[in-house]
C-alpha cells in the first residue's frame, strides 16, 4: 500500500503563487518518476510537470517560465511552485509516483487531489 498525500491548494488571486506538496509513505522501494497533473473544470486530466529519480525536469508549455518541480528524496515529497497564477490554472491537481514496490515491481499511484482555484 501506497499513500500520497497532497496540500496546499487554495483559493489565489490572478498573479498569485501558490506552492503544492505530496508525500508519499508506504511500500515504496524506489521512486523513478514523480508528477503532478490537472483537471480543470469540464476537461480532461493532463500533465502539469515531472520530475525523474535523477532530477530531469519536464514541464507542459502553459506552464513553462511559471511553475518549478522539485523534490526531497529524503522525505519522498515532491512540490510543485506555481508563480504567476492564472484563472486557467484553476483546477484539482493530483500527485502521481511512479515506484518500484517491495516485490519489484513497477506500480503507479495517485493522490487524491487538491482544488487550487484562481481568481479576483
Known amino acids: 500500500q501506497v499513500q500520497l498525500v497532497e496540500s496546499g491548494g487554495s483559493l489565489v488571486q490572478p498573479g498569485g503563487s501558490l506552492r503544492l506538496s505530496c508525500a508519499a509513505s508506504g511500500s515504496i522501494f524506489g521512486i523513478y518518476t514523480m508528477a503532478w497533473y490537472r483537471q480543470p473544470p469540464g476537461k480532461q486530466r493532463e500533465l502539469v510537470a515531472t520530475i525523474t529519480d535523477g532530477g530531469s525536469r519536464n514541464y507542459a508549455d502553459s506552464v513553462k517560465g511559471r511553475f518549478t518541480i522539485s523534490k526531497d528524496d529524503d522525505k519522498n515529497t515532491a512540490y510543485l511552485q506555481m508563480n504567476s497564477l492564472k484563472p486557467e490554472d484553476t483546477a484539482v491537481y493530483y500527485c502521481?509516483?511512479?515506484?518500484?514496490?517491495?516485490?519489484?515491481?513497477?506500480?503507479?499511484?495517485w493522490g487524491q487531489g487538491t482544488q487550487v482555484t484562481v481568481s479576483s
Open positions: 502521481n509516483v511512479d515506484y518500484r514496490s517491495r516485490t519489484g515491481f513497477r506500480l503507479r499511484s
